[in-house]
């Protein structure tokens, strides 16, 4: 079982808009912001998309935004495409103690 | 632009050690801000991070595996390494070399992964 909770699956039509859920406590999110998101593709690395909850790495998909509030991080994808089809785990630094603690990944299906 | 490759046995046997290695380029592991980093993949996909070591020689563990994880530099080769005592099936996964970011705590670079396999 994951520190961090997320949905096993969502899926969206071309172009919707899809938010992805990740839920953890005060103790796995602790008094930071260090929150990131990565997208799978199969049989690859995973690729960061989302760091500090809100902020995008050069050269990501402006259609890729984050935000917090409370115990829940969420990953929100724009005019979704059928190349964002990918599993998305979340992952948090918990501090001095836990480190970095992962959620358990969602499956994104573009139908 | 920061390149990792692992490379090691596919294969190790039942209480055995696991031991992987991980070149670095386009960047240095002993004069990097950054967390030089082993995440492994479980085959039902669960991602967990092992323990890393920080450019400053400081290492620290997955709390749940600090007894039998080992994570070192070579700086003459700009490399990093993983050792893992005592493996069992449980072991068995996709093992990543990944670069942490020291000032955002992400997961910024990583490896192709290396596919370690638990088995007599």
């Known amino acids: 079982q994951s520190a961090l909770t997320q949905p096993a699956s969502v899926s969206g039509s071309p172009g919707q808009s899809l938010t992805i859920s990740c839920t953890g406590t005060r103790s796995t999110f602790g008094t930071y912001n260090f929150v990131s998101w990565y997208q799978q593709h199969p049989d690859k690395a995973p690729k960061l998309v989302i760091y500090e909850a809100t902020k995008r790495p050069s050269g990501v998909s402006y259609r890729f935004s984050g935000s917090m509030s409370d115990n829940t991080a969420s990953l929100t994808i724009s005019g979704l495409q059928a190349e964002d089809e990918a599993d998305y785990y979340c992952c948090s630094y918990a501090g001095v103690d836990t480190f970095w603690v992962f959620g358990g990944g969602t499956k994104l299906t573009v139908l | 632009q920061v390149q990792l490759q692992e490379s090691g046995p596919g294969l190790v046997k039942p209480s055995e050690t696991l031991s992987l290695t991980c070149i670095v380029s386009g960047d240095s592991v002993r004069t990097s801000v950054s967390y030089w980093s082993w995440i492994r993949q479980s085959p039902g996909k669960r991602l967990e991070w092992i323990g890393y070591f920080y450019y400053s020689g400081t290492t620290n563990y997955n709390p749940s595996l600090k007894s039998r994880v080992t994570v070192s530099v070579d700086e003459s080769k700009n490399q990093i390494s993983l050792k893992l005592s005592s493996v069992t099936a449980a072991d068995t996964a996709m093992y990543y070399c990944?670069?942490?970011?020291?000032?955002?705590?992400?997961?910024?670079?990583w490896g192709q992964g290396s596919l370690v396999t638990v088995s007599s």
């Open positions: 990944v670069r942490g970011a020291g000032w955002n705590y992400a997961f910024d670079y």
